[in-house]
Nanobody, 123 residues
Framework: QVQLVESGGGLVQPGGSLRLSCAASGSIFSINTMGWYRQAPGKQRELVATITSGGTTNYADSVKGRFTISRDNAKNTVFLQMNSLKPEDTAVYYC?????????????????WGQGTQVTVSS
């Protein structure tokens, strides 16, 4: 009923930029916090950035000043602008969201993950 679909990953040289998008679709009533996480080979999934429905943001220290998270509430979409990319930013990036959605005449709140998009920073 509800899904998150990411786009925008790819291969970029060090120092370059990429913009990731994640759109939520389905019988959505509201979305609270949305965020981006990443997982590099052999490592645990880690927080990159989050943004609340009111626009409060939180960033991992490793991306502060380089990455910017934003959202379009009308389109149920979250973005991650990544600048000054480094090889250590290489990972699969996952979208995450706390979504309240309709089930018949009721609703339920659940945490959802996207399928992931690969970001590779290499010369």
């Amino acid at each position: 009923q509800v899904q998150l679909v990411e786009s925008g990953g790819g291969l970029v040289q060090p120092g370059g930029s990429l913009r990731l998008s994640c759109a939520a679709s389905g019988s959505i009533f509201s979305i609270n916090t949305m965020g981006w996480y990443r997982q590099a080979p052999g490592k645990q999934r880690e927080l990159v950035a989050t943004i609340t429905s009111g626009g409060t943001t939180n960033y991992a220290d490793s991306v502060k000043g380089r990455f910017t998270i934003s959202r379009d509430n009308a389109k149920n979409t979250v973005f991650l602008q990544m600048n000054s990319l480094k090889p250590e930013d290489t990972a699969v990036y996952y979208c995450n969201a706390d979504i309240r959605y309709y089930i018949g005449i009721n609703y339920r709140t659940q945490n959802f993950w996207g399928q992931g998009t690969q970001v590779t920073v290499s010369s």
